[in-house]
């Protein structure tokens, strides 16, 4: 249903093809798209407005800029507009010159409280050296103290809970037990409540008066519609937020709750939650959620997962291969792994650009994934380093003992030779010798050092590689990963849109996709 | 207290946001005009009903122009109508058709499954049902917990396991104490789960499997939990989930605060699902069930 912004704005500007600039009566159109895409993602109509007033101005105040086509211009000037709006860049947690620093959680029942508040205590403890007490001070939702004891158990930090006091009383005796256990860190999980409920609000009033927090922060779902910014509006007036922290956005929700939370708050979003696990919590970027909000990917946040999670010798090691034109199926088995340490493949490909709003389209998942190292994990070490003896009745063995048939079989040595043909053609054009040793790396994880996908000169980049190729990066709807399902075989993903790929060898696999998809769903 | 009031006071909140709104435009003795109508298009979008709102108010301008809107009253009689309109035609409460009959109620995160299952629960015992729980969530911490806490309030039966139990193994253990002890209703509480998680729509498929296998045609409700406070995404939620498990129905949680259920308009339009319940409290009592005309009357309904 969400359809792309930059789709949206493709079909706006096809009209005014071959204009130079944009102008008042031409940039209306995208104004509308713009407008309707932040209301899709749940921006508060009144900040929708205003936002698209002060975009018109930015757009028409940058006057023409050279080789940017309007629809580009007008995109920048939307992103910049909503990250000045989520601005200022990674806010973080202040922490008391005085220990122990009290940090309140508040927020809507079901907003995911108490799991943050585990996330939170552990992210503290690895990250910042801290010793974090938590206090259940939820004592209306059923086993809701019993929930963050079990999480406490899991991450090994101590949960504070004394049967028989008032939620405020319990949160002031924690404060009490931190200081007591020479914890530096409080937080406080209280009961979820609703804005309009006068009772409960003056029951978190009552607590923040007695345990005067540091931080104050509203958790908030990030499916969360209008109602967001009525609710962030009354906790703001009485508790005094310092901060937002939302969560859930491993889902497809849009997340146009962050413009209007920071709008109405003026408060930063600390941190964002991205998954069930307790490691799940990321500090939020602006720029990256400017991205989501208007279906553009989020390249910044995948080269970030590739440089915290692959490590330098093993992108040496694998570019090594790559140059010397040694890859086997054992190197592109390690490639494989190597690239799924950065996280369940929706997550990663989600952050690619352009992918964004496919991911509802898309079906790739991790079994596909494990279906596939199931193939080279059923292939003899001697075939895998040799995979030239792999005839069809070796292949046929394969299949059988990986459960699949011969034809995932096919596909994978498809893909490999495909891969392998790329690096031929990177070592031709000498890219090896002219490429500085950090820039070989980049381009090995498949990126630039700016953060943006590697052009596509060979594919060397090893995530282009594994998809094929990717398209340059950049705005509208460029670098799309082409040739997805070269690598995932089987199933067919769309089609990318603006891919700027135009290898033959893509082009025929397009045409073989498109066959066998047809195939598919008769 | 009738049903209407009961809504209309718990609602009362949503009534304030849009309904209050609407006697604003008029104020002053205003004319019905296109700005007029712009800005009512901007309460029904404060209101979650996405782009809902435009066609809503596509469908004032006509009548506008056609000369049919004149004030307030009749402005409201028009939204009222169109609102009406736009809402399923099969809802209400359940009929027990089979005996046990196994209700599966799944959802995202947080969204109040396990609350409203308790209120479920509650119901159909009070209705004089033998009813059973099973506590499928075998994933978040206490979850099972929380459920044994209402079953025991409510004096229904529980079927729970250890945390990380396989929840399928839950529900079929369910099922065959249900058959054994003679329940008239198995409520099956499942984890939250985002609706993108592939893998786990595949474990609420598996459940579902499971429970078909022991009980042929079970289960026989599948119900969509749907946090009343979601805007958009909602659509999407009743769109996937229904694309893995079919689902039957829907219950709208939370909507006692402002700007609320907004998207079961989206979502009619989109999915077409029935509105069973909405829940509108934190009692175990607050489950009411959906009917459009009082919802839309307390949306709209005059201070």
């Not at chain 1, 997550?347 to 898309?362: E, W």
């Not at chain 2, 989206?266 to 829940?279: C, D, S």
Request: overall charge neutral; proline content about 3%; charged content about 30%.
């Amino acid at each position: 249903m969400f359809e792309t912004l930059t789709k949206r704005l493709s079909g706006a500007f096809g009209a005014f093809r071959g204009q130079r600039e944009l102008t008042e009566e031409n940039i209306e159109d995208g104004l509308r798209a713009v407008r309707t895409a932040l209301l899709e993602a749940d921006v508060q109509f009144q900040l929708a407005r205003d936002f698209t007033a002060r975009v018109k101005e930015r757009a028409l105040g940058a006057g023409i800029v050279k080789g940017v086509d309007p629809s580009q211009q007008f995109v920048h000037a939307v992103h910049a507009e909503l990250v000045e709006m989520m601005g200022p860049e990674d806010a973080k947690i202040r922490f008391a010159s005085q220990p122990p620093t009290v940090l309140l959680l508040a927020g809507l029942q079901g907003a995911g409280k108490t799991t943050t508040c585990a996330k939170l205590a552990k992210r503290m403890r690895e990250r910042g050296g801290r010793k974090p007490l938590m206090v259940a001070a939820d004592i209306k939702r059923p086993a809701a103290v019993e929930q963050l004891r079990v999480l406490g158990r899991k991450l090994d930090i101590p949960v504070f809970h004394q049967e028989g006091l008032t939620a405020p009383e319990v949160c002031a005796a924690g404060v009490a037990a931190a200081r007591a256990q020479g914890c530096d860190l409080v937080l406080l999980d209280t009961a979820g409540r609703l804005h309009v409920d006068d009772e409960l609000m003056a029951e978190v009033a009552d607590i923040a008066r007695l345990t005067k927090p540091h931080e104050t922060v509203l958790v908030v779902d990030s499916m969360t519609g209008q109602d967001a910014v009525r609710s962030a509006q009354a906790f703001h007036e009485r508790l005094e937020l310092t901060g937002v922290i939302l969560t859930k956005l491993d889902g497809d929700a849009r997340g146009g709750a962050a413009v209007s939370l920071k709008a109405v708050t003026g408060r930063p979003i600390l941190f964002i939650g991205t998954g069930e696990k307790l490691d799940d919590l990321d500090a939020f970027h602006p720029e990256r959620m400017a991205g989501r909000i208007l279906g553009m990917g989020d390249v910044v946040g995948l080269v970030e997962e590739a440089q915290d999670k692959i490590s330098e010798q093993d992108a040496e090691a694998a570019y090594q291969k790559m140059v010397l034109g040694s890859f086997t199926l054992e190197d592109m088995l390690a490639q494989i792994r190597m690239f799924r340490k950065l996280g369940p493949m929706k997550k990663v490909l989600g952050m690619m650009p352009g992918m964004g709003g496919m991911m509802d389209k898309i079906d790739v998942d991790d079994r596909q994934m494990n279906r596939l190292e199931a193939l080279f994990t059923s292939m003899t070490p001697k075939e895998r380093l040799h995979p030239e003896v792999l005839d069809m009745s070796r292949r046929r063995r394969i299949a059988r003992g990986s459960g699949q048939d011969v034809g995932a079989m096919n596909d994978l040595l498809k893909s490999f030779k495909g891969m392998k043909q790329m690096m031929k053609q990177m070592n031709k054009l000498g890219l090896g010798a002219k490429l500085g040793s950090k820039a070989k790396k980049d381009a090995l994880r498949g990126m630039s050092a700016d953060g943006e996908l590697a052009p596509d000169v060979g594919g060397g980049g090893m995530l282009s590689g594994l998809f094929g190729g990717g398209g340059g990066g950049g705005l509208p709807g460029g670098g799309a990963p082409e040739g997805l399902e070269g690598m995932l075989g089987q199933r067919g993903a769309p089609r990318p849109m603006g891919s700027s790929s135009t290898r033959k060898q893509q082009k025929k696999k397009k045409k073989d996709k498109k066959k066998s998809r047809k195939g598919r769903r008769k | 207290m009738g049903l209407f009031d009961r809504l209309k006071t718990r609602l009362g909140r949503t009534r304030s946001a849009l309904a209050d709104g609407i006697s604003g435009l008029f104020r002053g003795g205003r004319e019905m005009d296109a700005a007029l109508l712009g800005e009512l298009e901007e309460l029904l979008y404060n209101a979650d009903l996405g782009s809902v709102a435009s066609e809503v108010v596509e469908d004032l301008s006509r009548k506008h122009k056609r000369g049919e809107l004149n004030g307030e009253a009749d402005t409201r009689d028009a939204l009222r109508a169109s609102l009406l309109a736009r809402l399923p035609e099969v809802w209400g409460e359940i009929e027990f058709t089979h005996t046990p009959t196994v209700i599966l109620v799944v959802g995202v995160n947080g969204s109040g499954k396990t609350t409203s299952i308790a209120k479920l629960a509650h119901r159909f015992h009070s209705q004089g049902k033998h009813v059973l729980v099973g506590a499928c969530d075998t994933y978040r911490a206490a979850a099972a917990e929380q459920l044994e806490i209402w079953a025991a309030r409510s004096e229904v039966e529980i079927v729970r396991k250890d945390e990380g139990a396989d929840p399928a193994s839950v529900a079929f253990e369910s099922l065959e104490t249900a058959l054994v002890l003679g329940h008239d209703v198995v409520i099956l509480d499942t984890a939250g789960r985002l609706h993108t998680q592939t893998n786990l729509m595949d474990e609420l498929r598996k459940i579902q499997r499971v429970v078909s296998r022991k009980i042929e045609g079970a289960p026989h409700e599948v119900w969509l939990v749907l946090d009343g406070t979601n805007g958009q995404n909602a659509v999407q939620q009743a769109r996937l989930f229904t694309e893995a498990v079919d689902v039957t129905g829907l219950i709208v949680s939370k909507l006692d605060g402002t700007a609320r259920g907004g998207a079961i308009f989206g979502i009619e339009r989109e999915v077409g699902l029935p509105v069973r319940y909405i829940g509108t409290g934190e009692a175990m009592e607050l489950l009411e069930v959906f009917e459009p005309q009082a919802f839309v009357d307390a949306i709209l309904a005059e201070a």
